[in-house]
């Protein structure tokens, strides 16, 4: 267990829709990354948050969003979902923003019908 | 722009043998290097890193790797396979500069599979 939570495990949905996963990190760790893995692409960065603040943008689309709460919770955003949106998507913590061992969560796995 | 390349994309093992998963960098510096694994409906587990010290890297579960710069490699080696090593491995390497510093680039990974 990596102390990294992520809710819902899985969440089944339709296109068009809109969903938000949830991403509590380890204790004391101020840094959340979002990571989506689909079999076309690989596993990829999507964004990062520091403290509460973005500080990196990988491929996410425009359609998605995510935010990090004073508690350092994070969200991830999902909207105006497509087939393709169908993946596994990791959220994972550190430290420091750019130190050391990232340790992932479970995963949400969507599927968007 | 860092990546990392892994050479294979399925390996298969007779329990009791020796385990080697391929990797190599690209990287103008000194990179962050990480094996991750990933166990079927699992999230990814961290086997080892390297951040510029000892080249040879002892990680979990009888797993090491040697970062060898002349080579630009990462390669994962185990000496004796055992069945509950079947999984997805993953190379990764750690962005180290400008707003992307942190972040964790991926390779394709390996699929390992380990016969009895």
């Known amino acids: 267990d990596s102390g990294v939570t992520q809710t819902p495990k899985h969440l089944i949905t339709a296109t068009g829709q809109r969903v938000t996963l949830r991403c509590s990190p380890r204790?004391?760790?101020?840094?959340v990354y979002w990571y989506q893995q689909s079999l076309d692409q690989g596993l990829q960065f999507l964004i990062q948050?520091?403290?509460?603040?973005?500080?990196a943008k990988g491929n996410i689309l425009e359609r998605f969003s995510a935010q990090q709460f004073p508690d350092l919770h994070s969200e991830l955003n999902l909207s105006s979902l497509e087939l393709g949106d169908s993946a596994l998507y990791f959220c994972a913590s550190s430290v420091e923003v750019g130190g050391d061992t990232q340790y992932f969560g479970p995963g949400t796995r969507l599927t968007v019908l | 722009a860092q990546s990392v390349t892994q050479l294979d994309s399925h390996v298969s093992v007779s329990e009791g043998t020796p385990v080697l998963l391929r990797c190599n960098y690209s990287s103008s510096y000194s990179p962050s290097l990480f094996w991750y694994v990933q166990h079927p409906n699992k999230g990814l587990q961290l086997l080892l890193k390297?951040?510029?010290?000892?080249?040879l890297v002892k990680g979990i579960n009888g797993f090491e790797a040697e970062f060898k710069k002349s080579e630009t490699s990462f390669h994962l080696t185990k000496p004796s396979a055992h069945m509950s090593d079947a999984a997805e491995y993953f190379c990764v390497v750690r962005e180290g500069y400008g707003g992307s510093q942190g972040n964790l680039i991926f390779g394709k990974g390996t699929k390992l599979s380990v016969k009895p």
């Open positions: 390297y951040t510029s010290a000892a080249t």
């Open positions: 204790s004391g760790d101020l840094s």
């Open positions: 948050y520091y403290n509460g603040e973005e500080r």
